[in-house]
Each structure stands twice: as structure tokens, then as C-alpha cells.
């Protein structure tokens, strides 16, 4: 009988298969990102139906078959029935998971799953604002990635209080507007209120990410900021990410970078 593995995973995405299968890229702390067949799971009566919908978190027992992990049973632990309920939540949760899944591997995720099952619980049962979920995950999934940004200080002059701050999204690093001329990219403009965002964001813990409220023209500048990092960082466009734009109105924080006036004195 095949040995049985025990753990707890995500569904990132769910593709169909056969006549009434599913495979599934589950993420789980212990082994990472992985691909999982769950026979059955399209058909009515089946037991495992629930835990291989996209963004499913269950305790999962699996086994492997011909290379293949083959789900065998499954208890769901959160199904995040207020997201499921709103197209735009689910929409932006859904780029949660395929950012996920662009930055994980086989290697232990640990981190990262946690943090995608913060947001989602920020997004289902704290209700926090999207957009402060949003910029606030992108931003600490890159830190957590690799390619956390250099906040605390000008990269130039080293000043801790920059002033007129602007991010370099190329470089990953905060310039005051005089320094700016010196820098080739990708320059966006932040604020005070801004800045002290990206900078709790990048050092808090997880848990305590989203303990911070900002908005109009600051919060506009935070989730720009963040947005376009993570494009750039990753050097890819996310389709979750278009269709989650295309549902909203006004149209989304996201355009073109600001021009720096380097010729201001």
C-alpha cells in the first residue's frame, strides 16, 4: 500500500481533467508548490469536491502514484465564503494565488503561505480595505522573495527623511527628489505617509502587516508604488490581475510613472 503523506495546502489553481478530475498546484509550509490529481472531484457525490476548488485550504492526505501525488482524502479547513461571494474579492485573491505561484517552488514555503492565508483572512473575515490587502501583500511577498526594497534611507545621500521621497521600482530603493537625477528607471512619487507604509510593511510580522490605515492621495501613491515593484521585479503581467482591474470603477490605482523634474531647484 502506498506510504501516505499528512499536510495542509492551498489550492493555487485547478484545472480539469478527464472526464470528472481536477489537478491541482497546491501550496503547502513542508514541501512547496506542487501538482496533485484529484479523481472524482468534478462529480456531485465526491468527498474531496470541496478541498480541490481554487483557494481552498484543507488537511490533506495524499499519496503518490507513477510520479504523481494522487489526493486521497481531504478536510476543509477554510473555504473564504465572503470572498467567494463577491467576484471583485475573488478576483484579487485569485492574483494572490498566481502571484504565489510564481515565486514558489519545491522548497518549503512557509512563509509565503502564511502570508497568502493572512490576506485571504483579511480580505473574507477582517474586511480590510482591497487595496491596502493588495499593495501591502505584493510588497512583503517580494521582500519575502528576494527582492525586498532598500526604505530606510536615501540610497544616495543616506538621509532617513527624505524629502519629496520617490521609489526607484528598477533599482528597489527610495531617493529624495534631489538625489533622483542620478537615478536611471522607474520613479515613482511617494509622501511621508507613504514611504512610513512601505517601510512597515517590508520589517513587520505578518500578523501584524495590515495594522495601519491610510488613503486618498497617500494611499494612491503606496498601492502604485507596490503594484508596480512587483511587475517589475517579476518581469511578467498576471491575467488574474487584468480581470481584476477590469471589475473596477473608477478604474484601478495603477498608470504611468511619474516624470522627476530634475531641473527644479
Known amino acids: 500500500m502506498p506510504e501516505k503523506i499528512v499536510t495542509k495546502g492551498l489550492v493555487l ?18 514541501h512547496g508548490r506542487f501538482a496533485v490529481i484529484a479523481r472524482g472531484a468534478r462529480r456531485k457525490n465526491s468527498k474531496i469536491a470541496a478541498a480541490s476548488q481554487l483557494l481552498a485550504y484543507s488537511e490533506l492526505v495524499l499519496y503518490e502514484q507513477r510520479g504523481w501525488m494522487m489526493l486521497s482524502e481531504a478536510s476543509t479547513l477554510s473555504l473564504w465564503d465572503n470572498v467567494r461571494r463577491d467576484v471583485e ?42 487595496e491596502l490587502v493588495k499593495a501591502a501583500y505584493e510588497l512583503k511577498l517580494l521582500a519575502l522573495s528576494g527582492y525586498e526594497p532598500l526604505t530606510a534611507e536615501c540610497a544616495v545621500c543616506g ?43 517590508v520589517g513587520a ?13 497617500t494611499m494612491k501613491r503606496f498601492a502604485r508604488a507596490c503594484e508596480t515593484f512587483a511587475r517589475v521585479q517579476l518581469d ?30
Do not use: W
Open 13 to 30: 489553481r485547478e484545472t480539469q481533467t478527464k472526464e470528472a478530475d481536477k489537478i491541482l498546484t497546491v501550496l503547502t509550509a513542508e
Open 89 to 130: 474579492l475573488l478576483s484579487l485573491a485569485s492574483y494572490f494565488a498566481e502571484m504565489a505561484e510564481a515565486v514558489t517552488g519545491e522548497e518549503p514555503a512557509g512563509e509565503t503561505l502564511s502570508l497568502l492565508l493572512n490576506a485571504l483572512y483579511a480580505l473574507d473575515t477582517l474586511h480590510k480595505p482591497p
Open 159 to 201: 538621509t532617513t527623511a527624505p524629502e519629496e521621497p520617490v521609489f526607484d521600482a528598477e533599482q528597489g530603493v527610495v531617493l529624495c527628489r534631489k538625489c533622483a537625477g542620478v537615478a536611471v528607471g522607474r520613479l515613482l512619487p511617494l509622501d511621508p505617509g507613504s514611504l512610513a507604509a512601505m517601510r512597515h510593511v
Open 205 to 217: 510580522e505578518k500578523k501584524r502587516m495590515l495594522s495601519f490605515s491610510l488613503n486618498g492621495e
Open 236 to 265: 511578467r503581467d498576471f491575467r488574474t490581475l487584468d480581470f481584476y482591474k477590469s471589475l473596477r470603477i473608477p478604474p484601478d490605482i495603477s498608470g504611468e510613472t511619474a516624470k522627476i523634474d530634475n531641473n527644479r531647484q
